[in-house]
């Protein structure tokens, strides 16, 4: 279930929450924003990853041998098991959340199915393959977040939308650590596609447009004191993606740990921006 992966979509639901202006301190509140972030990352993503590697076994044999399913540490049954048993769970506490979570939380599940399995198999071209996850991971937990509270505003759509765009950028870096493998398996990642200097431009210039755009807005509504946030978070980036530039296989790590973080924090500056 690769807990590493759960940051993101549990970080991208609590935005969602703080944008819809409805979030108080108050123990039922909280309680919801806990639920809903327990939702997103840990049991959504833990279930697309499931069925990730479960439909990846033979790349991962090539790329990573000693995970768990292409190393046979872990049967075909006891994957089927985790996956039944993550839907339900996530059915279940979506419709605790209300029914638009519901409809989110499905798309989210058909969107994980149609990356990872066959015949679709989308993340086979890394153009769209990258988008569904970065639709999938930022997107639509904010939505789900901020309609949990609230009804859903224009605002908070194009923002979600637009950070959505940016981490596409954000998947497009996480494929460099698995090059070689994608290659011999004909999966076009954007990496394979047009080597690893091309994708990080492309990375890089998608995350900045994305924000780009989020520091438009507050620019045009006057809300200064954000923009000014989001501005430094924003070029604090640049010397990073330098580096990932230079090096972008051995940096790849290096700025998601560090360039991706302040990306995140400018989402969720974003998300106070919106009230």
């Not at 091309?198 to 780009?212: C, E, I, N, R, S």
Request: charged share 10%; glycine share 12%.
């Amino acid at each position: 279930m690769k807990p590493v992966t759960w940051f993101a979509p549990a970080w991208a639901f609590l935005c969602g929450s703080v944008a819809s202006g409805a979030l108080s301190w108050g123990v039922g509140d909280l309680g919801r924003t806990l639920l809903g972030t327990l939702l997103a990352g840990p049991i959504l993503v833990g279930l697309s990853q499931v069925i990730n590697d479960s439909c990846d076994r033979e790349v991962d044999a090539l790329n990573e041998p000693d995970r768990l399913i292409p190393s046979g540490l872990v049967s075909a049954r006891q994957v089927f098991i985790t996956i039944g048993a993550l839907a339900v769970l996530s059915i279940g506490l979506a419709l605790v959340l209300g029914g638009q979570v519901a409809l989110l939380v499905g798309i989210g599940m058909v969107l994980a199915v149609v990356y990872s399995a066959h015949p679709i198999r989308a993340k086979r071209n890394g153009w769209i393959g990258n988008g569904l996850v970065a639709v999938a991971y930022e997107g639509l937990p904010w939505l789900a977040g901020h309609v949990a509270f609230a009804p859903l505003t224009t605002q908070s759509l194009i923002i979600a939308g637009l950070y959505s765009l940016g981490a596409h950028g954000i998947m497009t870096i996480n494929d460099f650590k698995s090059m070689d493998g994608d290659r011999v398996s004909g999966i076009k990642t954007i990496p394979v596609q047009l080597g690893a200097w091309g994708a990080a431009w492309v990375a890089v210039l998608t995350m900045d447009l994305a924000q780009l755009f989020v520091l438009m807005i507050f620019a045009v509504s006057g809300r200064w004191v954000v923009f000014g946030i989001i501005l430094a978070l924003f070029l604090a980036q640049l010397p990073l993606q330098r580096k990932l530039i230079a090096d972008p296989r051995g940096r790849a790590i290096f700025y998601n740990a560090s360039g991706t973080t302040l990306f995140v924090w400018g989402m969720l500056a974003a998300a106070i921006g919106i009230r």
